[in-house]
């Protein structure tokens, strides 16, 4: 009987520490870590390396301070427009490269400040590598001591406005003097905060340049 007792109470002992011990096993587990960089996947960091081959140097972009829905992706689109059509939701932050089977190239904008904006639907007229930089004569009268010194214009580089690429918008054949663009201030994306125009991050003006021809219908919610 001693030595069925004894038995008995080591099974009893075993059955009340299994689940302590299992719930220890847990909690290990479920520490977070405590690495304080953010995990940025291989294949989206490759697409904001510094681009080789280019006329001027384009910074590599430090993704972990964009906010990922910002940065270029395949998405699940539905729109009534033509696969090729450039949607730009100003509301949202978003600018859409229509694909087929309901997909879209969607890149991350920062847009222009509430009422100057454009809106409606254009077209791109032409597209420039390294483009050259004029300040419009409502942007100088409204702001002459940040455009007054490029009223003749800024020759393309590093360090002008629109970055490496610019499309021009027109409609019904007149320049509606918008543009979509890069920026040499990756951190506003997302944002409101420009004298108008359409700006991406360079790396994505750079791949939405090569997507798309002189020609095609720009929307612009």
Known sequence: MTIN??????TSLAVILLPLLLGG???????????????VDPATAARYVAPVGEEFPVAPVDISKIDPKNLRQIVDYQTDQPPGTIVVDTAN????????????????????????EFK??????????????????????????RY???AAGMEGGSENPLGPRALYLFKDGQ?????????T?????????????????????????????????????
């Open 148 to 150: 007054a010194q490029w």
């Open 25 to 39: 096993c847990a909690t290990t587990q479920s520490v977070p870590s405590t690495d304080p960089m953010p995990y």
């Open 185 to 221: 201030q990756p951190e506003t994306i997302g944002q409101a905060v420009s004298s108008g125009c359409i700006r991406l991050i360079n790396q994505d003006v750079i791949d939405l340049y090569s997507r798309v021809p002189d020609g095609s219908q720009v929307v612009v919610l």
């Open 120 to 145: 409606g639907t254009a077209t791109i007229n032409h597209k420039r590598e390294w483009p050259r930089w004029t300040p419009t004569q409502d942007m100088i009268k409204r702001e002459p001591e």
């Open 5 to 10: 007792r004894l038995t008995k109470t080591r």
């Open 175 to 183: 320049d509606t003097l918008f543009r979509i663009h890069g920026t």
């Open 93 to 116: 932050r978003f600018l859409y490269l229509v694909q087929e089977g309901g997909k879209a190239m969607r890149y991350g904008v920062g847009v222009g400040k509430e009422g100057l």
